[in-house]
């Protein structure tokens, strides 16, 4: 049983900042990836970022188009944490926004291959 919780959402400006934290608890992981993926009211849940440790792959990053350029992923292999600094916000990227863990350190993007999931936060950008 693992269990994640996610954190530092809230409504801030267009071209402001937030800083998303998670951390997966329960047992400790070895090869494994975090991600962030969010859901806007109506809409499917989007991929936005991940992290992956393993034994040929230390903390490889992946992000959404989307996202390249203003948010960055970062994590903590020991501790099993993941923060999401986000930057230069925009009206569109107002959703909750969930951290996820998966058992399996080659995944991306697909939802369905996270195991651990957490409540979700909201992100909301004001224009």
């Known amino acids: 049983q693992v269990h994640v919780v996610e954190s530092g959402g809230g409504l801030v400006q267009a071209g402001g900042s937030l800083r998303l934290s998670c951390a997966a608890s329960?047992?400790?992981?070895?090869?494994?990836?975090m991600g962030w993926f969010r859901q806007a009211p109506g809409k499917e849940r989007e991929f936005v970022a991940r992290?992956?440790?393993?034994?040929?792959?230390?903390?490889?990053?992946y992000y959404a188009d989307s996202v390249k350029g203003r948010f960055t992923i970062s994590g903590d292999n020991a501790k099993n944490t993941v923060d999401l600094q986000m930057n230069s916000l925009k009206p569109e990227d107002t959703a909750v926004y969930y951290c996820?863990?998966?058992?399996?350190?080659?995944?991306?993007?697909?939802?369905?291959?996270?195991?651990?999931w957490g409540q979700g936060t909201q992100v909301t950008v004001s224009s």
């Open positions: 996820a863990a998966a058992s399996r350190s080659w995944v991306v993007k697909d939802p369905n291959e996270y195991d651990y």
């Open positions: 329960g047992r400790t992981f070895s090869n494994y990836a």
């Open positions: 992290i992956s440790w393993s034994a040929g792959n230390t903390g490889r990053t």
